[in-house]
Structure formats: structure tokens, C-alpha cells
Nanobody, 127 residues
């Protein structure tokens, strides 16, 4: 059974930092694009960041550009989201997602691209 498990969420003051991790089990996604999405209370699911299958390209929502960094480790078993200069509006449940297709590029911002999703980790930023 393929699973994505997020960790690293928590409560932090505005201006602080958190590092989210997404670990895969059941298969590796070393040649698959990965992404992070979030959903705040009363709001729609929204794209946060994505990384290409090669790791050579990254993509960010305008709202997090310059503050968040997505990366993947050398073994490409885990994907990270480093979040700096956090704001109260970053409060949400953050979800990791993986594309089932290997070597596939494009459409990084769209939920439909991703076939596997984690359960989410709560991030709360206090003002």
C-alpha cells in the first residue's frame, strides 16, 4: 500500500520557521514530481509548491515565493518544505502529493496532476 506521511507541523509565532517532511512508503517516487498543497478553514485547497521529477525545477505560489523552499533528498524518498517568515495567513493543513507518472513534467499547480496524497499536517501561525 502506497502511503505519503507528512510531519513537522505545529504551532509557531509569526516570523518563525517550520520544516515539513513527506515520507513515502510502499514505493519510491524518485522519478516523480511531488507537490505541497494546503487548505485553510473555510477556504479551498490551494497549491503551495512543487518540485520536478529531476529535482531541477521548483514552482511556488506567489503567496509563498521567497519564503518557502521545496526540496527532495538524494535518495528521493523524502520531500521537504522549508517555511520561513511565516504569517498567520499560512495557517492551514498542509498536504503532500505525488504524481504517479515517472518523468512527467507540467501542470504542477493542479491537484489533478497528483495521484497520491498524504493525510496532512496542521500548521498554525499565531500573530
Amino acid at each position: 500500500q502506497v502511503q505519503l506521511v507528512e510531519s513537522g507541523g505545529g504551532l509557531v509565532q509569526a516570523g518563525g520557521s517550520l520544516r515539513l517532511s513527506c515520507a513515502a512508503s510502499g514505493r519510491t517516487f524518485s522519478m516523480n514530481a511531488m507537490g505541497w498543497f494546503r487548505q485553510a478553514p473555510g477556504k479551498e485547497h490551494e497549491f503551495v509548491a512543487a518540485i520536478s521529477w529531476s529535482g531541477g525545477s521548483t514552482y511556488y505560489a506567489d503567496s509563498v515565493k521567497g519564503r518557502f523552499t521545496i526540496s527532495r533528498d538524494n535518495a528521493r524518498i523524502t520531500v521537504y518544505l522549508q517555511m520561513n517568515s511565516l504569517k498567520p495567513e499560512d495557517t492551514a493543513v498542509y498536504y503532500c502529493a505525488a504524481d504517479d507518472r515517472e518523468y512527467y513534467s507540467g501542470n504542477y499547480m493542479y491537484q489533478g496532476k497528483y495521484d497520491y496524497w498524504g493525510q496532512g499536517t496542521q500548521v498554525t501561525v499565531s500573530s
